[in-house]
């Protein structure tokens, strides 16, 4: 039973973001900005760090293609660029220190890297007009803000879940 937790855990996860934005009161959050809730990567670069790494990046890739044929009409992208950024910062968690700081920074530049391939590879497409400042403005700050709150919430306990689970393995 205990085999089932962590992918039962990422599509609860996989099935609340997309009805985020729902749930949420539109009220809230300025109108203008673009609020891009990325819970499931961050929950995935937690496990490659603290669980284990061929595991992470097995659900980066599955995930990454569940995500590609749910919301985009481009397959591959995000299959490819969860498992890369998800393999980026566990790299960069063996190089520094894998603390529950150090991995949340680098998750949040993980989302940050993630964000701006998906907008590069569809300004190449010529799926978006937007200028870079604009995009950065209205799409990249309110995603860090967004999910920043997200891991001050859920990274600790998270890790410890992670942890117990490492150990009962």
Same mark, same amino acid.
């Given at each position: 039973?205990?085999? +089932?937790?962590?992918? @039962?855990?990422? +599509? ?5 973001? &997309? ?9 809230? +959050? ?24 061929? =595991? $992470?990046?097995?659900? %980066?890739?599955?995930? $990454? ?27 960069? &968690? ?6 529950? +700081?150090?991995? &949340?920074?680098? &998750?949040?530049? %993980? ?8 907008? $590069? =590879?569809?300004?190449?497409? %010529? ?35 992670? $942890?117990? @689970?490492?150990?009962?393995?």
């Amino acid at each position: 039973m205990k085999r +089932f937790v962590l992918p @039962l855990i990422l +599509f609860f996860v996989f099935l609340l973001e &997309s009805s985020f934005v729902d749930l949420v009161p539109a009220d809230i +959050f300025h109108k203008e900005n673009v609020y891009v809730p990325r819970f499931l990567f961050l929950l995935i670069a937690f496990i490659t760090v603290y669980f284990n790494k061929p =595991v $992470g990046l097995l659900y %980066g890739a599955i995930f $990454g293609l569940l995500y590609d044929i749910v919301y985009t009409e481009v397959l591959g992208v995000y299959l490819f660029l969860f498992t890369l950024v998800v393999y980026l910062i566990s790299w960069a &968690s063996r190089i520094l220190q894998t603390n529950i +700081f150090v991995i &949340s920074f680098l &998750s949040l530049i %993980g989302i940050f890297v993630l964000e701006f391939c998906v907008y $590069g =590879v569809n300004l190449v497409i %010529g799926s978006t007009t937007i200028s870079i400042e604009r995009f950065l403005q209205i799409r990249i700050l309110p995603t860090l803000l967004l999910n920043s709150i997200f891991i001050l919430v859920f990274a600790f306990p998270f890790k410890k879940l992670l $942890g117990k @689970l490492h150990i009962e393995e």
